[in-house]
């Protein structure tokens, strides 16, 4: 049974920087696509960041030379490093994973079958 466990939202200034962290327990975490979805209040979720299996990027336009997606492979764990927030950057961030298989494409638009339970990052 797979389970996402986020960390490391919070409330910062304008300007300022956070990192996310998602740990993937009851498997490796190099078996998967993985990604960062937000949603703000009212608004649809939307994707942010993702990262394939063989390291291909997907990202929401805007946001690559602010954000950066890392695996931590001895960690099992997901990075999402935000630097130069904005106060649009305000949401309610996920984690979510699928297993990679031969010819899945990995990027925001494909399905995920695991999800976080979210952590929430507040730009002022």
């Known amino acids: 049974h797979v389970q996402l466990v986020e960390s490391g939202g919070g409330s910062v200034q304008a300007g300022g920087s956070l990192r996310l962290s998602c740990v993937v327990n009851?498997?490796?975490?190099?078996?998967?696509?993985v990604a960062w979805f937000r949603q703000a209040p009212g608004k649809e979720r939307e994707g942010v960041m993702g990262?394939?299996?063989?390291?291909?990027?997907s990202y929401k336009p805007g946001v690559k030379e602010r954000f950066t997606i890392s695996r931590d492979y001895d960690k099992n764990t997901l990075h999402l490093q935000m630097n130069n927030l904005k106060p649009e950057d305000t949401a309610t961030y996920f984690c979510?994973?699928?297993?990679?298989?031969?010819?899945?494409?990995?990027?925001?638009?494909?399905?995920?079958?695991?999800w976080g339970q979210g952590t929430q990052v507040t730009v002022s």
């Open positions: 979510a994973a699928d297993v990679d298989v031969p010819k899945r494409i990995c990027s925001l638009m494909s399905p995920y079958t695991y």
């Open positions: 990262l394939d299996t063989d390291g291909s990027l």
């Open positions: 009851g498997d490796t975490l190099r078996r998967y696509c």
